[in-house]
């Protein structure tokens, strides 16, 4: 039982690279979502999407895309990295948006050096 | 503005000692609340929730409207308990807003 795959794990980018974070759930979930999570800051919402073809901004979206082309992936793509992009990512789904239980990827660890 | 505070970053007890995990909010509208745990190595998942007015692995948490709080408390702690707790805040049904956490230690 899968649930929420993120990937990679860690990753190490110089400044100005690009990288997708890739985000898979396997139940069927309509609402997925992305946050970054910073020291003494908690979870960010950066983007999220309630469906496939449907995307909209979070709290914190600059210099962050996103696309939802089927309803398992929710990838998060990085155009130019920067060292304020130093952080842990975390994908999150439910079936019905936060008024359901969300679960969890294991995070990605970024460091933009 | 909406927001979640954790005013302790690290909390340590001894095993079998009371334990209060201390939440503040801040929100114009009618509050949802809920504590999330993450566990070492595991990923992060919902504890409670103020609605189901639960005990979660001997966990509860009362909404105190007139003080914008929802502590987490534990009557007696344990080494399993040792986790970084999360108190948030339901802002939409698409936005969770998250506090910054507080590091629990339970020692032995």
């Known amino acids: 039982n899968a649930g929420v795959t993120q990937t990679p794990k860690f990753q190490v980018l110089k400044t100005g690279q690009s990288m997708t974070l890739q985000c898979a759930q396997d139940?069927?979930?309509?609402?997925m979502s992305w946050y970054r999570q910073d020291p003494g800051m908690g979870l960010r919402l950066i983007h999220y999407?309630?469906?496939?073809?449907?995307?909209d901004q979070g709290e914190v979206p600059n210099g962050y895309n996103v696309s939802r082309s089927t309803t398992e992936d929710f990838p998060l793509r990085l155009l130019s990295a920067a060292p304020s992009q130093t952080s842990v990512y975390f994908c999150?789904?439910?079936?019905?948006?936060?008024?359901?239980?969300?679960?969890f990827g294991q995070g990605t660890r970024l460091t933009v050096v | 503005a909406q927001r979640v505070t954790q005013p302790e970053k690290l909390l340590s007890v001894f095993k079998g000692a009371p334990v209060e995990l201390k939440c503040n909010y801040s929100?114009?509208?009618?509050?949802?609340l809920f504590w999330y745990v993450q566990y070492s190595r595991q990923r992060l998942q919902l504890l409670l929730r103020?609605?189901s007015r639960e005990s979660i692995k001997g966990f509860t948490a009362d909404l105190n409207k007139g003080e914008t709080s929802f502590h987490l408390k534990k009557p007696f702690a344990q080494e399993e308990d040792s986790a970084m707790y999360y108190c948030?805040?339901?802002?939409?049904?698409?936005?969770?807003?998250f506090g910054a956490g507080t590091r629990l230690t339970v020692k032995p």
């Open positions: 103020h609605i």
């Open positions: 999150a789904s439910s079936s019905q948006g936060w008024g359901t239980e969300a679960f």
């Open positions: 948030a805040l339901r802002y939409n049904n698409n936005d969770m807003r």
């Open positions: 999407s309630v469906g496939a073809g449907i995307t």
């Open positions: 139940m069927n979930h309509e609402y």
């Open positions: 929100y114009s509208g009618s509050p949802e």
